[in-house]
């Protein structure tokens, strides 16, 4: 049986990736796909802790919230694609430096 311990650590390491993927990207897709990797860390950390909970057969709140957190991923990429068509059709680009759309 994997050790509770192994999937915080591969959940850690994948938000790590996506943090870095937001923080240090440009691209608005890049942005986007870092978002998701910490949005499934989070999902990887909620089934986790369902498993090794003290009925995990009888209360399915981590895999309850696990599809809301997908729900919402789901909502996320359509509305957050949405924008990035908007703008490269508007700008030509989707290098988040070179827009300044609030700018008077």
């Known amino acids: 049986m994997v050790p ?4 915080l650590i591969v959940a850690a390491f994948v938000f790590c990736c996506g943090l870095y993927a937001v923080l240090g990207r ?7 796909m870092g978002i998701e990797l910490m949005l499934n860390a ?3 950390n909620l089934v986790a802790f369902w498993r090794y909970g003290v009925a995990p057969m009888q209360n399915l709140d ?8 997908i729900a919402v991923a789901a909502a ?3 509305v957050g694609l949405a924008l990035v ?12 430096d070179d ?5 008077g």
């Open 4 to 7: 509770l311990s192994w999937y």
């Open 42 to 44: 989070a999902n990887i």
């Open 85 to 96: 068509i908007s703008v490269y059709r508007n700008r030509r680009t989707v290098n988040l």
């Open 76 to 78: 996320e990429v359509a």
């Open 62 to 69: 981590g895999q309850i919230f696990a599809l809301f957190v």
């Open 26 to 32: 440009r691209n608005a897709i890049a942005v986007l």
């Open 99 to 103: 827009l300044n759309l609030l700018k």
